[in-house]
Nanobody, 118 residues
């Protein structure tokens, strides 16, 4: 069993930055795929960024060149550095982990609120 705990959310002004962290605990030795999703009020949950154990990275078009995802495999932590934030980035951000490249057990964190407002 794996537990994912997010931190780092909060209120920030437009143009500001935040860094989210997701710490994994439990049977974490081979979480292949880790990702950040977000869900804004009234919208579907969407993939923001992902990183694999062998460091393959993908971003949603809406966050490219503003967000950076990284992972520390030794600490089993994944980060999301968010720069040049806009009100459209306001959402609950969720950490997601999947044990295998395709299928297998998958886990969600509880979410952390990010609000971008002046």
């Amino acid at each position: 069993q794996v537990q994912l705990v997010e931190s780092g959310g909060g209120l920030v002004q437009p143009g500001g930055s935040l860094r989210l962290s997701c710490a994994a605990s439990g049977s974490t030795f081979s979480i292949y795929f880790m990702a950040w999703y977000r869900q804004a009020p009234g919208k579907q949950r969407e993939l923001v960024a992902s990183v694999t154990l062998d460091n393959r990275i993908n971003y949603a078009d809406s966050v490219k060149d503003r967000f950076t995802v990284s992972r520390d495999n030794a600490k089993t932590t994944v980060y999301l550095q968010m720069n040049r934030l806009s009100p459209e980035d306001t959402a609950v951000y969720y950490c997601y982990g999947r044990m295998l490249p395709f299928g297998g057990a998958a886990y969600w964190g509880q979410g952390t609120q990010v609000t971008v407002s002046s």
